[in-house]
């Protein structure tokens, strides 16, 4: 698959690819940690615990992305399995726990460098949208909170929770394309998950752009454009 030679479209994942998920995560459960009473920010265990949690909360999303657990399992057994693998005996309300983290997140305003840059660019020459694994009342809340709204019109906010099924299934991106009137032959995705955002938009034949900030060593193929810092985007739009 090559670059479009005329893009109309650009879709955007926003975890970890707009909004900064690890950075607005982390800040979150240090400040929940500290408020349980279970460790003081920048301890040896909280430091623990955050990086325990990054690994699971992905374990389970890779499972919800691929139908295998419901979204109340996701935002709850996360972090039972988190807090028992540093061994922190639960003797508080974990589910509670779960609900104040989702609210305090949500809210966070951290995004990637350049991400206002590259969309004040984008939506004055392309038909932009948002496509997110990420639930309804979270969404908009990140989005509202981090100054991205503006730049998508709301119907093109497409969360899959509202489709049924979640990236990397094909149904995700033609109803993205639908909504938008976008052919998948002039449309790129931008986004940081190999699994849900390169090949499944590769595989419903629009191009993909992994943004990797990490610098992960993963390929699907090699003319794939890898770009690690957003104002990369900008030499292909």
């Not at 499972?63 to 988190?82: M, T």
């Not at 899959?160 to 990236?167: D, N, R």
Request: glycine share 4%.
């Amino acid at each position: 698959m090559q670059i479009p030679n005329l893009i109309t479209h650009i879709f955007f994942d926003l975890d970890h690819t707009l909004w900064d998920f690890e950075r607005n995560s982390s800040e979150t459960l240090a400040i929940l940690l500290e408020k349980y009473d279970i460790s003081p920010i920048n301890s040896p265990l909280s430091n623990l615990f955050i990086a325990q949690y990054k690994t699971t909360n992905r374990e389970m999303w890779h499972l919800y992305n691929h139908q295998k657990i419901s979204k109340d399992e996701l935002r709850y057994r996360r972090f039972r399995e988190a807090f028992g693998a540093v061994g922190v005996n639960i003797n508080f309300d974990v589910d509670l726990f779960g609900d104040q983290y989702v609210e305090h997140c949500t809210r966070m305003p951290h995004i990637f460098d350049g991400v206002h840059e590259v969309l004040e660019h984008a939506s004055q020459k392309y038909t932009i949208a948002i496509i997110t694994n990420g639930f309804l009342e979270a969404t908009f809340n990140k989005m509202n909170h981090s100054g991205l709204m503006p730049y998508f019109k709301e119907e093109h906010i497409i969360i899959t929770e509202k489709i049924g099924v979640q990236k990397p299934h094909k149904k995700v991106f033609e109803t993205a394309l639908s909504i938008t009137n976008g052919l998948a032959s002039n449309t790129l995705m931008v986004g940081d998950n190999i699994d849900s955002d390169v090949v499944g938009a590769y595989n419903a034949g629009i191009y993909p752009i992994w943004f990797n900030p990490h610098h992960e060593e993963q390929r699907i193929h090699d003319n794939m454009i890898e770009i690690n810092y957003l104002k990369k985007l900008m030499d292909y739009i």
